[in-house]
């Protein structure tokens, strides 16, 4: 019976061990799989180059022995196949130390089965510097490019990845231009780090900026010697087919003599000269569309298509296409138009001429058409169709008051000023619409709608003739007391 306690406390310490086992267990799997997946990319990769601290692992059969041999690459680079002989693995692929070690073994054992595989990639660290937010060292690996180390996190406004400079541990420094690798995938531009490299991110010297009716819309680092035509033609990968480029504007921020700074207008021919640029210039090609003719709108339409509310001063720009009928002008876009929209006499404006221009058979007859073409700087003029909501009887002001949609009675109440309290005391109203139907509080007011707030208070009508009342009574009284002094 004593037993079972102590069995059962050390099945309890081994699943503990056990657990314990494993979770330490983790991070060497985790880093296995990642040599796994490094060593599978290396493999299936024809650029990947002989680094310092790779490990191999050469296998084949001596006559009849296995022989299983661990090769790992030094700085010499210089590497021993097994008793067989040695190579020169400096600036070599792969595959070519492949073919050679296999080769050198064959050799001397035919038929021996030989394979060398790369196990394990080796990691090594390179030093970024320059134009960068802060200057480090960073573990990488020999299929890892230029480009991917460069992160945007560490580069500042004025790194330039057009000058990007890499000096090997030999001295020798070479530069790149990463926007050629990005933009038309050069990857010579784009190299593979290799060990000891520094990479400086150097300065940006000259940075422009074209919007507008361009293919490649953007910012872009220009090299030396380019101008207008090459920002155009090969950064910005030419012009749009809307492209108007008799109006190229260019904004010049650096040493302009006012805050703003200078525009300037520039034609085609500026282009295929070669208009010089300087730093921090913006270029805007316009389309041709803004040369299209416009016409305005006033008075009670909507702002948009959300149906925004109606101002007096309302005006909008329309653009439309020579040749346009008003009638087709108005289908397409009846959503300016709302109830109060007196588009029975709106009107239009054309010069000093005023030509009265009935919408109505041109919004609910399409096969419509108006003898009147839209002309450049046209304005139509909608007029409000103004409606009245009449509020009489026990309120300050009584009188008619302009309709607004959706209001409710009290509204309308509280522009004649509210109730009279001591006439009106619960709030009674009789409201009437214009077609003689009584509403009810909860109904929608319509235009033309009569409100009466009734006079529905006894004391107000007590204290209206009670002066009287009393006058009459005191008369009375003063002749029965007459009367009676006179009998006696």
Request: proline share 5%; charged share 20%.
């Amino acid at each position: 019976m004593k037993r079972r306690p102590v069995i059962f406390c050390f099945l309890l310490l081994l699943n503990a061990l056990s657990a314990f086992a494993q979770e330490l267990s983790v991070p060497e799997v985790a880093e296995s799989n990642t040599l796994n997946q490094f060593a599978q990319l290396a493999l299936s990769s024809s650029d990947y180059r002989v680094t310092a601290g790779d490990i191999y692992t050469l296998e084949y059969a001596a006559s009849t022995v296995p022989v299983i041999y661990k090769i790992v690459v030094d700085t010499s680079y210089r590497i021993k196949v097994s008793n067989l002989g040695v190579i020169n693995a400096s600036g070599k692929s792969y595959q070519q130390l492949k073919a050679e070690v296999e080769a050198i073994v064959t050799n001397n054992y035919p038929l021996s089965g030989v394979q060398l595989v790369l196990t394990e990639p080796a990691s090594f660290r390179v030093r970024i510097t320059g134009e960068v937010r802060n200057s480090q060292e960073i573990a990488t690996w020999a299929l890892a490019r230029l480009s991917g180390l460069l992160d945007a996190d560490n580069r500042t406004s004025y790194s330039s990845l057009r000058d990007v400079s890499v000096t090997a541990l030999n001295g020798q420094t070479r530069t790149y231009d990463l926007f050629k690798a990005q933009r038309f995938g050069d990857m010579s531009q784009d190299p593979y780090v290799r060990p000891g490299d520094v990479i400086t991110v150097n300065r940006i010297t000259r940075v422009v900026s074209v919007a507008g009716e361009i293919e490649r819309p953007g910012e872009y680092q220009l090299l030396p010697g380019e101008s207008l035509r090459e920002l155009i033609g090969y950064y910005a990968s030419g012009l749009s087919p809307i492209a108007d480029p008799s109006r190229i504007e260019l904004v010049r921020q650096v040493e302009s003599a006012v805050d703003s700074g200078d525009k300037i207008y520039l034609t085609r021919e500026a282009i295929d000269a070669g208009y010089p640029l300087q730093h921090l210039d913006t270029i805007r090609v316009p389309s041709i569309t803004e040369l299209i003719p416009v016409m305005f709108v006033e008075g009670a339409v909507r702002v948009t298509e959300e149906g925004d509310e109606l101002t007096t001063a309302t005006r909008l720009t329309v653009r439309f296409n020579m040749g346009e009928n008003y009638a087709s002008l108005v289908q397409q876009n009846q959503v300016w138009f709302s109830a109060i929209s007196d588009t029975k006499n709106a009107y239009l404006i054309r010069g000093a001429e005023r030509i009265p221009l009935n919408l109505n058979p041109m919004l609910y007859d399409s096969s419509y058409r108006s003898q009147y073409f839209v002309e450049h700087n046209d304005t139509l003029i909608i007029p409000f169709r103004q409606y009245f909501v009449t509020v009489s009887g026990a309120v300050y002001s009584p009188g008619r008051f302009p309709y607004i949609p959706d209001r409710s009675w009290d509204y309308y109440i509280g522009l004649a000023g509210g109730f009279l309290p001591e006439r009106n005391s619960r709030e009674k109203v009789d409201i009437v619409d214009l077609a003689g139907k009584k509403l009810t509080k909860k109904d929608i007011i319509t235009p033309e709608t009569n409100i009466n707030a009734r006079a529905n208070s006894g004391l107000y009508y007590f204290n209206q003739y009670a002066p009287v009342i009393t006058t009459v009574l005191s008369v009375v009284s003063t002749f029965i007391t007459i009367t009676l002094l006179i009998t006696q």
